[in-house]
């Protein structure tokens, strides 16, 4: 106990010949100081962890390369010695899928993009095609004109609707702007029979007088005569006018009872697709008028080349028509040939085209698809549309 006590004692004594040492830090000092260090070292931490993730992301892909490759050849080596599994696994589609995941990693495309956005995809799909049907919703229709030319050959009337602009009152106007911003060829048409004859663009009234010039000597032909009629009953055909009178050009207001020519209503005719230039236009066949919209139908897989206009139904299609009421169509139409595209957008504008000259609002078509560019085949179509509109840059 003694030793003990002494001991201690001796201690004591060692402890106060130690050196003195003074901090004169206060706490609050040395506390900020520990807590500096403590952010400082969480935040090295923090980054070493980071620096790993890029390399992980890189890594990563070549890794599960590895992996797919590896197992393809361990599946290859046990093939080899059972000779058995390779034929399970490309009938079960396992080996079509392994060689499928290598093609996607090797390829840029897909390492840059691997799955194109759906909507993206069915919106190019959509603004592919070239349509030759407008809906009326989306245009001022109140300024739509429709437009008479004729192709090439001087064979054929074809209605193209424009945009007319505010200051635009009378055709001659328009004609005007049309000569110099449409490219005729481009659409294989020639200027309108109506071009150098001031008729105003909007008319109330039931009969209408225009007014001929003597030297009018184009329009002494029969052919360019039958135009002149064909292209001032597109040109009237959703207005008022009920008659037009001709004034001025005694030979040609000899060719009608006192000058006055009936507007009729362009009805009952098949619609075709016309192809002499870049772009194609919807015809009406104006020469053939059928009581049914079947037989219409039937005569829209006729093809007839020397006036340019083709087919849009297929040959060797097969066509139902059923009428579901006065206003409404529905058509099946069944064929090998039919897929989503241009052809088969031609195909769809054409037949609702024809539903319109035959008086339906309403078509229903089955064809064996539900989609076909921007149309909706699973619900009833409206007819109403504008056929061939042809935007100007400056409209």
Request: charged share 25%; net charge negative.
């Amino acid at each position: 106990m003694r030793k003990q006590t002494n001991d201690k004692s001796q201690v004591e004594k060692y402890l106060t010949q130690l050196p003195t040492i003074k901090d004169k830090r206060s706490k609050s000092g040395i506390y900020h100081r520990m807590e500096h260090q403590l952010q400082q070292k969480n935040k090295s931490s923090l980054w070493k962890k980071k620096r790993w993730i890029p390399i992980v992301a890189v890594l990563s892909p070549i890794v599960i390369l590895f992996i797919i490759v590896q197992t393809v050849n361990l599946q290859q080596l046990d093939s080899n010695s059972s000779g058995e599994v390779t034929s399970e696994a490309y009938d079960s589609g396992e080996g079509i899928e392994i060689e499928e995941s290598i093609d996607l990693f090797e390829s840029n495309e897909i390492r840059e993009n691997l799955i194109e956005d759906d909507e993206v995809a069915d919106l190019r799909e959509v603004t592919d095609f070239n349509y030759l049907l407008m809906d009326m919703t989306e245009l001022d229709t109140t300024s739509i004109v429709t437009i008479p030319f004729v192709t090439h050959q001087q064979q054929t009337v074809i209605p193209i609707h424009i945009l007319a602009r505010a200051d635009e009152q009378t055709i001659t106007q328009l004609l005007d702007r049309l000569n110099k911003d449409m490219k005729f060829d481009e659409y294989g048409v020639n200027p309108s029979p109506l071009q150098g004859i001031s008729i105003p663009l909007t008319n109330n009234d039931t009969k209408v007088n225009i007014h001929l010039t003597e030297d009018s000597k184009s329009m002494y032909t029969s052919t360019n005569l039958y135009l002149f009629e064909q292209a001032l009953h597109y040109f009237y055909q959703h207005s008022n006018v009920e008659y037009v009178q001709i004034e001025g050009n005694q030979f040609v207001k000899d060719q009608y009872n006192h000058g006055t020519l009936p507007i009729r209503q362009i009805t009952n005719h098949p619609v075709k697709v016309y192809r002499s230039g870049l772009n194609s236009l919807l015809v009406p066949v104006l020469h053939e008028s059928f009581t049914t919209i079947n037989e219409a139908l039937e005569e829209m897989k006729e093809d007839e080349e020397s006036f340019h206009i083709y087919h849009t139904i297929p040959k060797q299609a097969t066509i139902d028509t059923n009428e579901i009421s006065n206003q409404h169509v529905k058509i099946e139409l069944f064929t090998e040939d039919i897929t989503n595209n241009q052809q088969t957008v031609w195909m769809i504008e054409s037949i609702i085209a024809t539903a319109a000259l035959f008086g339906y609002d309403l078509v229903t078509l089955d064809i064996g698809i539900d989609f076909v560019g921007k149309y909706d085949l699973t619900k009833p179509i409206h007819t109403k549309k504008v056929l061939n509109y042809i935007p100007l840059a400056n409209e």
